[in-house]
């Protein structure tokens, strides 16, 4: 072992600005980096990365984009470190929880998922994360067990995740039946149906639903009165156009996957990147507008102080 490695000033850097808006008490919301580097292409991630900050800002909260640079688990990152990640795009490594530690022994760069996102999003402090989809359950999931690591994080770490459902590219009913397991809470906002990513309309009731946002932090107050440790899922139905066709190009991607063999944590991106191809980027644009989305409406209804750190 190096004396590097031991005498690196772990264990996360914070950002100035997050720092103080936690310490006063100010809302922050969490943002994570895996949609930049693997879910959107160069440049258009950059922007919607800067973009989702910026509307973050406009509602009053102070916005902390996670990734680890360099080894480093950052909270909050500046926008030349966000450039670095948008440029490096898929040869950033994607962390998962399991991979936090393992990038910080080998200083590399890392781009956080929902699961390791909310791990250092806690250490931080912040109670509420805006982001695009979820991990899930896979529809082969009979075949390859693969379920995301986003699924456990949900049910043991005490962060709310706002998103337009659960990923395009997986089975919707399987993973509610997942996350039901897991003791997770999900809510639909204003619907009855549970999302499906690119349109509002998977066929699938939803657990539960709010109309506000304000119902959300009541759920978040109440659960940590009670000192519960897990997180909560909450999605946003996205209105922007396209929807069903997106959705027959995903059915295509799949297939395609399948066909070439592509396995594990390869798939997400090869999907994302097929299904943004195959609708001439119609799916890019419903992802850009429904990220932004997600994070406008994490604040609906109250003001401010409905989401102040507690
Ligand atoms: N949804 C997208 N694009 C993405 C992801 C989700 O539209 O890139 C990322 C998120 O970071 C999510 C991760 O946490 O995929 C889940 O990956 P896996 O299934 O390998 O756990
Ligand atoms: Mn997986």
Redesign the pocket.
């Known amino acids: 072992m190096g004396a590097g490695a031991a005498t690196r000033a772990w264990p996360i850097c914070v950002k100035e600005e997050v720092r103080q808006a936690l310490a006063a008490g100010k809302p922050v919301v969490a943002l ?1 980096s ?2 930049i580097s ?2 959107m292409p160069w440049p258009a991630n950059l922007q919607t990365g800067l973009e989702v900050e910026e509307i973050v800002r406009e509602h009053g909260c102070t916005p902390a984009t996670i990734a680890i640079m360099e080894g480093m688990p950052c909270v909050g990152l500046t926008q030349e470190q966000l450039e670095v990640l948008a440029k490096a795009g898929t040869s950033v490594r994607k962390c ?1 929880r399991r991979d936090i530690a393992l990038a910080m022994a080998q200083k590399a760069h890392g781009a956080t ?3 390791a996102t909310m791990v250092l999003a806690h250490l931080a402090g912040i109670q509420v994360f805006a ?5 899930g359950v896979h529809r082969d999931v009979a075949d390859t067990m693969d379920i ?3 699924i456990t994080e949900l049910a043991r770490t005490p962060v709310t995740v706002v998103s337009a459902g659960v ?1 395009s590219i997986l089975d919707v009913p399987r993973t509610l039946e997942a996350l039901e397991t897991a003791g997770v809470p999900v809510m639909t906002l204003g619907s009855d149906e549970f999302p499906a990513f690119f349109s509002p309309a998977s066929g699938t009731r939803a657990p539960a639903r709010v109309e506000s946002a304000e119902e959300v932090a009541a759920a978040i107050h109440a659960s940590n009165a009670l000192g519960l440790t897990n997180g909560m899922l909450v999605a946003v139905p996205n209105l922007a156009p396209g929807g069903e066709e997106i959705e027959a190009a995903v059915q295509t991607a799949l297939r395609e996957a399948h066909e070439q063999g592509i396995t594990g ?1 390869e798939v ?1 991106p090869f999907l ?1 990147s097929r299904i943004h191809a195959l609708t001439g980027n119609a799916s890019l644009r419903s ?1 850009v507008a429904l990220v932004k989305n997600n994070a406008r409406e994490r604040r609906r209804g109250p003001g401010p102080t409905a989401w102040r750190q507690q």
């Open positions: 994570e895996t949609i693997h879910g998962s998922t929902v699961a982001t695009g989809g979820t991990g995301s690591a986003d990923k944590r997400t994302l992802n």
